[in-house]
């Protein structure tokens, strides 16, 4: 694959990464439920920090699309990820099942390492030097 088409890919994918987490913070401020049915006990202002994590998410999201901001925007996000995965935990330990979501228990285990996953796509996408469109 050539360099130009590897940074087409990665350019549609820092897009898709960008709107995607764009959309679950619009999630966060506009139905917050099952968001607070995740949160661990230990943790205080549940409401408050559904609201902070969504805007995180949004600005996060926009950063990434942004040249300027995009560094700032994935080292945000990465540190995000860190700090919502014990809620994350915690739907996985209590077996904790929010919205449509079918109620097996491996589901909830297997979302844990896909936070790897999602951090490792940032990373790429907002961190790992290339060019691409508006750099």
Excluded at 36 to 43: F, G, K, N, S
Excluded at 106 to 117: E, S
Excluded at 118 to 129: K, P
């Amino acid at each position: 694959m050539s360099f130009a088409k590897i940074n087409l890919a990665i350019n549609i994918l820092r897009v898709a990464v960008g709107l995607g987490f764009v959309g679950i913070g619009l999630l966060h401020l506009a139905s917050p439920e099952p968001f607070l049915q995740i949160m661990p006990e230990a943790l205080p202002w549940h409401l408050a920090l559904v609201y902070v994590s969504g805007a995180a998410e949004i600005l996060g999201g926009i950063g990434l699309l942004v040249p300027k901001t995009r560094r700032a925007a994935a080292w945000g996000l990465l540190l995000l990820l860190l700090a919502v995965f014990p809620a994350n935990i915690n739907m996985a330990v209590n077996e904790i099942y929010v919205g449509g979501m079918p109620h097996e228990p491996w589901l909830l285990w297997a979302r844990l390492p896909m936070q790897l996953v999602g951090a490792a796509v940032v990373y790429r996408v907002g961190l790992h030097h290339s060019q691409s469109i508006g750099d």
